[in-house]
């Protein structure tokens, strides 16, 4: 996992800056993507598919990061296949469902997105039917989003 920076004084801690000013990149959309991006994804895709199919390791592009998935809706297929491409690169993860969370108490969107964040994950992974939360979490969110 990433050290913590010096100076860290807890969950919150202002000593770490918005995601946008450490160079992490958003995808709280499709329309986030960059001209070609698409077309680069489906080819590593194929590239990562046929290396499994040929019982070929994946390169552990992801080892050492901590993710967060947050499913706020039933998605088992989604769920299931953000999970699993996860963890073959070697991200570490950490789930969550709405019924899991304070926000089954209340807590509003912006509380959790924090209290998430207070563990320094890499990647925070949202699925809701609630229009514009990726992109709320996204605006002030000091991990990818």
């Known amino acids: 996992m990433r050290a913590m920076p010096s100076g860290y004084t807890g969950?919150?801690?202002p000593q770490r800056p918005p995601a946008a000013e450490?160079?992490?990149?958003?995808?709280?959309?499709?329309?986030?993507l960059p001209p070609g991006q698409i077309e680069r994804l489906y080819?590593?895709?194929?590239?990562?598919?046929?290396?499994?199919?040929r019982g070929i390791h994946l390169p552990q592009t992801l080892e050492h990061r901590l993710g967060i998935t947050c499913f706020l809706e039933p998605s088992?297929?989604?769920?299931?296949?953000?999970e699993a491409a996860a963890l073959r690169l070697g991200m570490q993860l950490i789930s969550i469902t709405a019924a899991d969370?304070?926000?089954?108490?209340?807590?509003?969107d912006?509380?959790?997105?924090?209290?998430?964040?207070?563990?320094w994950p890499d990647a925070l992974i949202v699925r809701t039917a609630e229009a514009g939360l990726p992109q709320r979490w996204a605006m002030d969110a000091t991990c990818s989003v």
């Open 22 to 32: 450490c160079g992490y990149r958003h995808c709280a959309s499709v329309d986030d």
């Open 110 to 119: 912006r509380d959790t997105r924090l209290t998430l964040e207070s563990y």
């Open 11 to 13: 969950p919150r801690s």
């Open 43 to 53: 080819k590593r895709a194929r590239l990562l598919q046929s290396m499994l199919e």
């Open 76 to 82: 088992t297929r989604t769920r299931v296949s953000f």
């Open 101 to 108: 969370s304070s926000l089954a108490k209340g807590e509003s």
